[in-house]
């Protein structure tokens, strides 16, 4: 009986599941592949050895690489969830989730697009510190979408003539709301200012040093709401209201611009005859960061023919 | 009365945003210290990032961007490093100078 060669695409699967597959804690490639054959006979099966190295070990090389490099970036994104739990902690945490969400993008940029909803659902990798981390994941994550998100023209002043209670309003998809349970932003903004100060000090980043936990100031659970957005190539992170958090959530959903006001106010203990001032306050600094925008035309007319 | 809040509420609104477009349209883009006006508003800046390295991301190639040490460890994590010594990926060692 003879065997049919295997497909490119087989070949792709095989090796993309072998070098996807977690290293073991001495960074070697694991003995035994996911589907439970040695993983030696895997890599024979689509590698030849060379003068120096097996196929096994010529695999490794590639296995190595795509972990060192997703933790490497994923330390990138997320250097003060790092400082909060620890560098073995935040190790064994990366691990965990890419081997959940592995790199399915042609870019690493999205790597850490789940982690904070992966984190949410698994408490025991954060410990005692989980709600802070969850926020500070989101904050972290926030920043890159700050970073590189469209920016659109923002609403002129003519077009803005032309509004009414029923007119719908977009956001520019760099501003990020975020919701928190702590006011984590400053604690991230601070060891973020650490980490550059440590690094700039050393000169060159010492990546292999361990980081114990970062001593960290008390802190109350206290809701926080934050917009990350970007203004001249920088990202901030600017402290919102409740009211102004959620006036900004119903625009971002396509609510009216009167049922945004509406639904802004839901559960306000500012006083009625506040109100006005402070929406014009909000609208007027979301119009000069330029945050207002139009919507796409496609939500405007779903049901309009496509060309 | 509640319609009587809502277009007071829309009253400001408006006047707001078209206060806010029109400081925008008008506004210099940086103030006498060097900051941007629309920086001042902004908020807390976080402390920039390595943006060369970051925008390296998701690309093949690091070489001449910063991005890639050329120490062992530094090749962790970047594709390209060929050429700057760190890296051996056929298993070979680096040829002696000779």
């Known amino acids: 009986m003879t065997t049919q060669p295997a497909t490119l695409a087989e070949i792709q699967r095989a090796m993309a599941a072998a070098v996807m597959q977690p290293l073991t804690a001495d960074d070697a490639m694991q003995t035994v592949a996911a589907e439970g054959r040695p993983m030696r006979e895997v890599a024979e099966s689509f590698i030849a050895p060379n003068s120096r190295l097996?196929?096994?070990?010529?695999?490794?090389?590639?296995?190595r690489q795509y972990w060192y490099r997703v933790l490497d970036s994923l330390a990138e994104d997320f250097v003060a969830l790092r400082r909060i739990l620890g560098s073995r902690a935040f190790h064994r945490?990366?691990?965990?989730?890419?081997?959940?969400?592995?790199?399915?993008?042609?870019?690493?940029?999205?790597?850490?697009?789940?982690?904070?909803?992966?984190?949410?659902?698994?408490?025991?990798?954060?410990g005692r510190r989980h709600a802070l981390a969850v926020d500070v994941a989101r904050i972290e994550w926030a920043f890159v979408e700050a970073f590189d998100n469209a920016d659109y023209p923002p609403l002129t002043v003519e077009q803005i003539a032309?509004?009414?209670?029923?007119?719908?309003?977009?956001?520019?998809?760099?501003?990020?709301?975020?919701?928190?349970?702590?006011?984590?932003?400053?604690?991230?903004?601070?060891?973020?200012?650490?980490?550059?100060?440590?690094?700039?000090?050393?000169?060159?980043?010492?990546?292999?040093?361990?980081?114990?936990?970062?001593?960290?100031?008390?802190?109350?659970?206290?809701?926080?709401?934050?917009?990350?957005?970007?203004?001249?190539?920088?990202?901030?992170?600017l402290r919102l209201r409740r009211e102004e958090f959620l006036t900004l959530s119903a625009i971002r959903q396509g609510l009216s611009l009167v049922d945004a006001l509406e639904t802004g106010f839901v559960g306000s203990r500012i006083p009625v005859t506040r109100r006005a001032a402070f929406v014009q306050e909000w609208f007027a600094r979301w119009a000069e960061l330029g945050w207002i925008c139009a919507p796409p035309l496609e939500s405007l007319y779903p049901d309009s023919p496509t060309h | 009365?509640?319609?009587?809040?809502?277009?007071?509420?829309?009253?400001?609104?408006?006047?707001?945003?078209?206060?806010?477009?029109?400081?925008?349209?008008?506004?210099?883009?940086?103030?006498?210290?060097?900051?941007?006006?629309?920086?001042?508003?902004?908020?807390?800046?976080?402390?920039?990032?390595?943006?060369?390295?970051?925008?390296?991301?998701g690309k093949n190639d690091c070489k001449g961007q910063g991005g890639c040490k050329s120490s062992d460890n530094g090749c962790k994590g970047k594709n390209s490093c060929k050429g700057k010594g760190g890296c051996a990926t056929d298993g070979s060692k680096m040829p002696s100078v000779v």
Not at chain 1, 54 to 63: G, K, S, V
Not at chain 1, 95 to 103: C, F, G, K, Q, W
Not at chain 2, 29 to 40: E, H, R, Y
């Open chain 1, 54 to 63: 097996t196929a096994f070990e010529r695999l490794e090389i590639y296995n």
């Open chain 1, 93 to 126: 945490l990366s691990v965990a989730y890419l081997s959940s969400h592995p790199s399915r993008s042609f870019t690493l940029r999205n790597l850490g697009v789940r982690l904070a909803d992966w984190l949410l659902a698994n408490p025991q990798c954060a």
């Open chain 1, 162 to 237: 032309t509004l009414d209670a029923a007119s719908r309003l977009a956001l520019q998809p760099h501003v990020q709301l975020l919701a928190l349970h702590y006011a984590a932003d400053d604690l991230a903004l601070n060891l973020h200012k650490q980490e550059k100060r440590q690094t700039s000090e050393a000169g060159v980043q010492q990546e292999e040093v361990e980081l114990p936990k970062a001593r960290l100031p008390k802190l109350r659970r206290r809701p926080t709401w934050v917009a990350a957005h970007r203004a001249d190539n920088s990202v901030f992170y």
């Open chain 2, 1 to 57: 009365m509640k319609n009587q809040v809502n277009a007071f509420l829309l009253s400001a609104a408006l006047a707001g945003l078209m206060g806010g477009a029109t400081v925008a349209a008008h506004a210099s883009t940086t103030a006498p210290s060097g900051t941007s006006v629309k920086a001042l508003k902004a908020g807390v800046e976080r402390t920039s990032m390595d943006t060369t390295k970051h925008s390296c991301k």
